[in-house]
T-cell receptor, first 113, second 114 residues
Framework: DTAVSQTPKYLVTQMGNDKSIKCEQN?????MYWYKQDSKKFLKIMFS???????INETVPNRFSPKSPDKAHLNLHINSLELGDSAVYFC????????????FGPGTRLLVL | AQSVTQLDSHVSVSEGTPVLLRCNYS??????LFWYVQHPNKGLQLLLK??????LVKGINGFEAEFKKSETSFHLTKPSAHMSDAAEYFC????????????FGTGTRLQVFP
């Protein structure tokens, strides 16, 4: 069974559209994250949630809105998509304890045309 | 501020030869350091982590890394490369003020030739 899953795997859309990416983890973890990987493979954290509560928000445009309906899910909604939003978005989760490993999903490849 | 520098963007080796991927860190405190691997079109997988226990850390798939405080380094090594090791490797440090926050290096692409 996949520990951290994301849907869709690929997303191609037009500028100005609104889209969502879903993430689910079946590890029983309390903390979930969204990362963005740009075309140069650079990875940067966007958000983290702990037990449905926002913990980290890394100066991400407010067009990006994470939503956590329960602690097993963290969805990412993006309004008014721009060309620069094209990237790979990774979801991750982590168990309790300061240095527990983060487990990553397979990524969602978003292309904005 | 914490940061990691991966000194090589690309490394090419022949199958069966040693692998060395270099990483230097900058941290005000004793850092926690990680190496993650990303195979093509896949997510990231943890190879190993250092959390102030033994300075030589053994990971999966025969990889290991040595924490050297005097050199502020955490280089990743493997004695003998396999074709399946071809991937992107990321050196990562955690923010000591917020261990939730991982700070990634820019990655090193490892190519393995037959």
């Amino acid at each position: 069974d996949t520990a951290v899953s994301q849907t869709p795997k690929y997303l191609v859309t037009q500028m100005g559209n609104d889209k969502s990416i879903k993430c689910e983890q079946n590890l029983g973890h309390d903390t979930m994250y969204w990362y963005k990987q740009d075309s140069k493979k650079f990875l940067k954290i966007m958000f983290s949630y702990n037990n449905k509560e926002l913990i980290i928000n890394e100066t991400v445009p407010n067009r990006f809105s994470p939503k956590s309906p329960d602690k097993a899910h963290l969805n990412l909604h993006i309004n008014s998509l721009e060309l620069g939003d094209s990237a790979v978005y990774f979801c991750a989760s982590r168990g309790r304890g300061g240095l527990e490993t983060q487990y990553f999903g397979p990524g969602t490849r978003l292309l904005v045309l | 501020a914490q940061s990691v520098t991966q000194l090589d963007s690309h490394v090419s080796v022949s199958e069966g030869t040693p692998v060395l991927l270099r990483c230097n860190y900058s941290s005000s405190y004793s850092p926690s350091l990680f190496w993650y691997v990303q195979h093509p079109n896949k997510g990231l997988q943890l190879l190993l982590k250092y959390t102030s226990a033994a300075t030589l850390v053994k990971g999966i798939n025969g990889f290991e890394a040595e924490f050297k405080k005097s050199e502020t380094s955490f280089h990743l090594t493997k004695p003998s490369a396999h074709m399946s090791d071809a991937a992107e490797y990321f050196c990562v440090v955690s923010d000591p003020y917020n261990t939730d926050k991982l700070i990634f290096g820019t990655g090193t692409r490892l190519q393995v030739f037959p």
